[in-house]
């Protein structure tokens, strides 16, 4: 199938910055980050912007998306308001969080410094939201999501996040179901006895640990990263099953 024409500008700029990560300098990796950023609102704007037959969903008129054109924080919550149910693995807190680092980045940016983790962490993020909202996996030339270590958590961590909905929508038949966070999402499960405890804890252990990773709080150890790859795996295993037995009942 020919690549959608509209998804080539944030392509583009996601493969820029993959390149720039590779290089391994710190001045490498800040180009990146903003790259990154530009990507990611490039990647919202167009997704908001398309015809509704080319976007597949309701969307913002031509005036409330001109009235966001100046505010990134009005953007994300107009993304959130029209595609809620597209975020799976993707916090529009971090991507707010990011953005505020590439804002110091592009303005102070003498003496600024960002990991390398961070930058990937931001770079898979952002290739989360580019295939939930073009329905389009995309893999940067020189990193693949499935070739790295943050790129597989994060896969894995969307799949937790795309079972906690079906569960939700199984069980929880309200209407915040598609606009619940995952901590809520996992607390409801429990209290209504779809997931047990011991789950529910490890889902809670799982989230801090995402969480960590994406704002390069705590990189962990290769062994480490391994131990809690394993224990995710083994979460989306348990989450698939609670979900067809449900579907079953």
């Known amino acids: 199938m020919a690549a959608k024409p509209w998804i080539s500008g944030p392509k583009e700029l996601l493969d820029h910055a993959a390149s720039h990560l590779s290089e391994g300098d710190g001045f490498d990796y800040r180009i990146a980050l903003i790259s990154i950023d530009n990507a990611v609102e490039l990647t919202i704007r167009t997704f ?38 597209r975020l799976e ?32 962490a931001y770079l898979e993020v952002a290739k989360l939201l580019f295939r939930n909202l073009f329905d389009t996996a995309i893999d940067t030339a020189s990193s693949p999501s499935e070739s790295t270590s943050i790129g597989r958590f994060m896969l894995r961590w969307a799949q937790v996040e795309h079972n906690l909905r079906i569960l939700c929508s199984e069980y929880l038949r309200d209407e915040s179901r598609a ?13 209504v006895g779809a997931i047990s405890n011991p789950l529910a804890e490890r889902l809670h252990e799982l989230r801090v640990a995402r969480n960590e990773v994406v704002h390069g ?10 131990s809690l790859l394993a224990s995710l795996t083994n979460v989306v295993a348990e989450l698939n099953n609670a979900c067809t037995a449900q579907r079953k009942a």
């Open 179 to 191: 606009t619940r966070t995952p901590l809520a999402s996992i607390e409801a499960l429990r209290e």
């Open 89 to 120: 693995g993707v916090e529009l807190g971090d991507i707010e969080w990011y953005h505020r680092v590439r804002n110091t980045l592009y303005h102070d940016g003498n003496g600024v410094t960002v990991e390398s983790a961070q930058v990937e």
């Open 217 to 226: 709080h705590k990189v962990p150890e290769p062994k480490e990263f391994r």
């Open 48 to 85: 908001l912007g398309l015809p509704k037959r080319a976007r597949g969903c309701d969307g913002p008129s031509r005036k409330d998306l001109q009235s966001a054109s100046n505010s990134f924080s009005a953007l994300l919550d107009l993304l959130e308001a029209y595609a809620s149910d």
